[in-house]
T-cell receptor, first 113, second 112 residues
């Protein structure tokens, strides 16, 4: 079965520090992968998506970047965090077949202090 | 661009009653609509998908409808239980895009 792993679960980082969040998928190949951010009381904001290795599309210009070094690995990064980068970050992949549902990771709660 | 609108006010109901949540979309009719459940501090979990040409879809105690005239989807939970308490998100995909648009979700609270 397909599973998605995301870590860490929580992170507290000072302003100006770097960030690296990792997401890996198991049980599927060549998945479409997504990074979302969810601010408190807000909807899911798409940050990046990738349809293959090295292919990254950005939806919102910002302080973050993404990379896909391997087929089932998706990384969200920042060189210098801002207070506004705080939020709940979710990785997701899109299933194929009948239901076309998105499978989300367990999320990372990032607090920038 | 497509917008998905869900009631921001929490829905409070008594256990055993049917909960009905609303999802409205603007602009083009999406190829399909999806419903997800999200518990606090967790990622959303996919529940149901209904296609544009389907009027209704059922899964156990869940029922979803799709009305392209009203530009609306309704999500029903029959015989609701306190364990159904969560935030429910609606999402759409269509217009040739691989990118889904999510609503902000509606919080459901089922009282015992």
């Amino acid at each position: 079965s397909q599973t998605i792993h995301q870590w860490p679960a929580t992170l507290v980082q000072p302003v100006g520090s770097p960030l690296s969040l990792e997401c890996t998928v198991e049980g599927t190949s060549n998945p479409n992968l997504y990074w979302y951010r969810q601010a408190a009381g807000r909807g899911l904001q798409l940050l990046f998506y990738s349809v293959g290795i090295g292919q990254i599309s950005s939806e919102v210009p910002q302080n973050l970047s993404a990379s896909r070094p391997q087929d089932r690995q998706f990384i969200l990064s920042s060189k210098k965090l801002l207070l506004s980068d705080s939020g709940f970050y979710l990785c997701a992949w899109r299933g194929t077949g009948e239901h076309y549902g998105y499978t989300f990771g367990s999320g990372t709660r990032l607090t920038v202090v | 661009s497509q917008k998905i609108e869900q009631n921001s006010e929490a829905l409070n109901i008594q256990e055993g009653k049917t909960a009905t949540l609303t999802c409205n979309y603007t602009n083009y009719s999406p190829a399909y609509l999806q419903w997800y459940r999200q518990d606090p501090g967790r990622g959303p979990v996919f529940l149901l998908l209904i296609r544009e040409n389907e009027k209704e879809k059922r899964k156990e105690r869940l029922k979803v409808t799709f009305d392209t005239t009203l530009k609306q989807s309704l999500f029903h939970i029959t015989a609701s239980q306190p364990a159904d308490s969560a935030t429910y998100l609606c999402a759409s995909r269509g217009g040739g895009s691989y990118i889904p648009t999510f609503g902000r979700g509606t919080s459901l609270i089922v009282h015992p």
